[in-house]
């Protein structure tokens, strides 16, 4: 099987922090360089979520651990596989952290103002929002990094891929345009594995 031109992966990244609950999110990312085995998407996929990841490292905490990454193709209906990332602990920060639902929040923008993603990362560390929950600069500049990679085309070994969402009204790809990243901290939903973006 392979992962064609503007096909859609849905992919699941899983992770746990101490051991506790799992922490997940769910991104979407098509296709937009060349017809690709399921092997090559896989591996592309990992390279590109494991780049994003390490952006995080300074607000991740060092108990945090990324078990699997797992990819469907949404526009087969295909298992495209399971992988994990070279470096499953991302994080290096070692402080406290807040409790397990505690997040920080990214809103992705696309071209229709319905249309959007939105992304937890966490949980998130005591150091880096003052007693007001309010994120600090160098967390904010973090944060920025992966908005810019979010939105832009990521060039992998195999192929080149967008991060956005599909649409099923009028069943279209949006790609993410814009982001805004919460000042605050948010709670985080939590959802199925697999399941929402």
């Known amino acids: 099987m392979t992962v064609g ?5 849905r992919v699941t990244v899983v992770g746990s922090n101490n051991g506790l609950a799992g922490v997940q999110n769910v991104y979407q990312l098509r296709n937009v360089g060349s017809d690709v085995s399921e092997a090559d998407a896989l591996d592309d996929i990992v ?10 490292t300074d607000v991740l905490s060092v108990l945090y ?3 699997e990454i797992r990819a469907i193709n949404q526009t087969d209906n295909s298992d495209i596989g399971a992988g994990v990332f070279a470096d499953t602990t991302p994080g290096v920060d070692a402080g406290n952290r807040h409790p397990p639902q505690m997040a920080y929040v990214m809103s992705f923008l696309t071209g229709n103002l319905s249309s959007r993603g939105r992304k937890y990362f966490g949980p998130a560390m005591t150091g880096d929002a003052d007693t007001q929950g309010l994120l600090s600069a160098g967390t904010l500049l973090d944060l920025a990094d ?3 990679y979010m939105t832009a085309q990521q060039v992998a070994t195999n192929t080149t891929w967008e991060f956005g969402v599909f649409s099923s009204v009028g069943n279209v790809w949006r790609p ?7 000042l605050r901290l948010g709670v985080q939903r939590r959802r199925k594995i697999g399941v929402g973006i």
């Open 65 to 67: 651990v990324i078990s």
């Open 146 to 148: 992966v908005g810019d």
């Open 176 to 182: 993410f345009t814009g982001y805004s990243i919460s």
């Open 47 to 56: 390279d590109v979520l494991e780049a994003l990841y390490a952006l995080l």
């Open 5 to 9: 031109l503007s096909d859609i992966a």
